[in-house]
Structures are given as structure tokens and as C-alpha cells.
């Protein structure tokens, strides 16, 4: 995460020329989300694809929506190592018997 996060602020710093605003990024990012729902909703839902969605690769929309939250994190200090870190710590001590006890997933 570290490199990615590096390499994404180096690319901006070049190349980008400014990070768009952080309510700019966070538009785009619901924008990208809703892109990569589509992709989903028509190759493992019940939609079928239309003729402008065939050219969307699924690990692009990925991509796209993972730049975008690097750029968020770059632009508000948020390490996003360790806050993934933290995350699973979170949810290890929260679930770990509540996924094992839970007879939906048997």
C-alpha cells in the first residue's frame, strides 16, 4: 500500500498536475463504484450486458475505483497500510465467533 499510495501522489505531482478537490474525489469515486456495480450486475446478476458495457473490464473498474481512494487517502493523511491494518484487527476481535455461530454460512 505504501508504494502504491507513493506512486499514485508521484504520478498526480507530474503528470496530473493537481489532485482534484477532496468532494471532486469523492464524486469521482462514487462515480467509479457505480461503474464497477455495473460490470457486476451484468456478469454475475441477472442483467445482460448492452452493446456500450462490453468494453468495461471488470479488474480496470477495480482499479479505478482502488486510484481514487489512494487519492482521497494521499489527500487527507490517512496511511492506508495501517488503517487496513487496524480495519482487520477491528473485525477480528468483533467477528471472530459470529461468522463461525452463524448458520446461514453452513
Known sequence: MPEAQKMV???????????????TNMAILTE???????IMARKYGDQSFKKSDESYELGDEMADVLWVLICLANQTGVDLNQAFINNVNKKTMRDKDRHENNPKLK
Request: aromatic letters at 14%.
Open 9 to 23: 501522489d508521484e504520478w498526480i505531482k507530474t503528470i496530473g498536475v493537481r489532485y482534484f478537490s477532496e468532494l
Open 32 to 38: 467509479e463504484v457505480g461503474e464497477l456495480a455495473r
